[in-house]
């Protein structure tokens, strides 16, 4: 897959991309070169699907189209977006080591025990939230409607409310800001580290919930609806200098569903910590 596509798109593969992101690079790259979606689509999907990794999902490659074109619809002038400080290791790495996931979990106070008592506690019946099994089929509902379902076998969620009935996941359409996800995707970085920068972080912003992936990471929700918009922006300034993904700090990011199922490892996404 990846040597496939990258000769006619003329960039250089990350080290360590899976296959959902050399797609997603791939059809970046073509959306910035043609505004011909289907010519898009048409290129990429057959070779998509030819891979060894795995089936590619429904609508992947149509969906990342819209994403793309999304992004690039943003009128923001590049000069304008806040740009944010470098992620610091040494200086995670310090702060990480002066707490663990253990002393995390003894900070907690009742955890819900499950999905529907999560959702419950923390949104309004007539939140509307994108949940989902994969990234690529997440659908919107309120929270009310969603009390309804079956969720243990979903997996992923927005975690801010959206507007009712929204046309799109696009940030615009985000009816007001509750959390703020840190998240870090660095290999080196343990469950106990990231306990660490999470024990440090709740000293600047309440700590409301903490959520395993299911695999190698802790999802820490933060409630920033208090917070004045210098408050938050340099909340998450600290979030990203502490090696976390930026990713996961957008108000329209999915993020691991408390008590749902990590569909690659089959595991619980188990909630340590809340209040």
Known sequence: MIRAITPFTGFKTEPGDGLHRTISRAVYRLCLQTSDDQYIINKIKPMAMANQKRPLQPREVENLVKMHREKLADPTPEE??????????????????????????????????????????????????????????????????????????????????????????????????????????????????????????????PLRMVVSSGNSSLHAWFDISFAQPRQREEFEDNCHMLSGDPATLRPNHLVRLPWGTNPKTNNRQEVIYFR
């Open 80 to 205: 304008d977006r806040r740009k944010r400080p470098a992620k610091n290791r040494a200086f995670t790495e310090t702060i990480a080591r002066k707490s663990s996931l253990s002393d995390l979990k003894e900070h907690t106070g009742m955890v819900p025990i499950d999905t529907k008592e999560a959702l419950k506690r923390l949104y309004a019946k007539n939140d509307w939230l994108y949940v989902g099994s994969t990234m690529w089929d997440c659908v919107a509902m309120t929270a009310g409607e969603w009390a309804e379902h079956e969720l243990s076998k979903f997996s992923m969620i927005m975690p801010n409310p959206f507007t009712p009935n929204p046309p799109a996941r696009r940030g615009m359409y985000v009816r007001e800001r509750l959390f703020v996800i840190y998240e870090s995707d660095e290999p080196w970085m343990t469950h106990d580290m990231q306990a660490g920068v999470i024990m440090h972080l709740r000293k600047q912003m």
